[in-house]
């Protein structure tokens, strides 16, 4: 049953044709790439943006929601052969009560609805076979989700910029050619070990396309409950079905300033300050005058 809708909870869509912290929705796409991969991902949500994400990492525990079964199989057996492409573990991403995201206030939340991603791992790729690659895959799955398939607190998401499910079609975002950096982590710190492509650690090229929706001004001191579901076209890696669950709780603070300037000032360099003002003095650079009124400048900072 959803939540019902809290007039004084409120947040903002920020439309594709904006810019965010200098930073475009497919800029932002590339970062989030980059971050997806990186190591111990869910415990970086410090920046301007937090990132969400539909895929989890799976466990070897059977105690886990997300454990993995290692029996031997076809698809346990060639997994690391870099010819033979996984199928999609389509296992939503859950992250509430304990493992809900706190956010500040000033924190936008980006989230994708379904994605798709080519990395250059093979020296025949080129920028069209992998935009086909993506494009693909999107063209012909839910393209594009309507606004029931993105939901706050159970309500479609709705926004001056998102007012009909036709309002969707410019979230799909298409990426430039953009370097991704794999990480050399332990295993099962980074999705990279559970990718559908084998990827070994490096730097590539990639691309990525899908469905993007970027949220902001969230009103602090309320959790939100975000839930999203789309799924692409069957592949030969079979059906793709992307879903994330988020409680998104927002505190009623701001990224602190810092000034950067030590309260103190350092002796050493007061030395070598004095030093080069003097061997100035010394060459006829300076007169005497002006390098003590340099000096006393300085000091008085």
Do not use: C
Not at 82 to 91: F, G, H, I, K, T
Not at 107 to 122: D, G, L, M, N
Not at 125 to 150: A, H, V, W
Not at 229 to 237: D, F, I, K, L, V
Request: no cysteine.
């Amino acid at each position: 049953m959803a939540r019902g809708r809290d007039k004084d909870k409120k947040y903002e869509i920020v439309d594709p044709s904006e810019l965010y912290f200098g930073k475009t929705y497919s800029g932002l796409v590339e970062d989030w790439f980059n971050w997806y991969v990186s190591a111990d991902a869910d415990k970086r949500n410090f920046g301007s943006v937090v990132f969400l994400r539909t895929a989890p990492i799976p466990t070897n525990t059977k105690a886990s929601a997300y454990s993995v079964a290692s029996e031997m199989s076809v698809t346990s057996t060639y997994a690391d052969d870099a010819y033979y492409d996984r199928p999609y573990q389509n296992l939503p991403n859950v992250r509430v009560g304990g493992e809900k995201i706190v956010i500040r206030k000033d924190q936008a939340v980006f989230v994708p609805i379904i994605t798709a991603y080519e990395v250059a791992r093979k020296p025949y790729f080129d920028s069209e076979q992998m935009k086909e690659l993506t494009g693909l895959t999107i063209d012909y799955g839910d393209n594009p989700p309507t606004r029931e398939q993105l939901k706050i607190d159970g309500f479609p998401i709705e926004g001056e910029s998102l007012k009909t499910d036709q309002d969707m079609k410019k979230f799909r975002i298409l990426t430039s050619i953009f370097s991704a950096v794999v990480p050399e982590a332990d295993y099962g710190r980074s999705i990279k070990d559970f990718l559908e492509v084998t990827v070994s650690p490096g730097v590539y090229p990639a691309i990525v396309e899908g469905y993007f929706v970027l949220l902001k001004n969230f009103t602090p001191g309320f959790t939100y409950l975000i839930h999203s579901r789309a799924s692409a076209g069957r592949e030969q890696r079979g059906a793709y079905v992307a879903e994330l669950v988020y409680e998104i709780s927002v505190e009623n603070r701001t990224k602190p300033d810092s000034v950067g300037a030590v309260p103190f000032r350092s002796s050493r360099n007061q030395a070598i300050i004095k030093r080069i003002l003097t061997e100035k003095i010394e060459k006829g650079e300076l007169t005497e005058p002006q390098g003590n009124s340099i000096l006393g400048t300085i000091e008085t900072d």
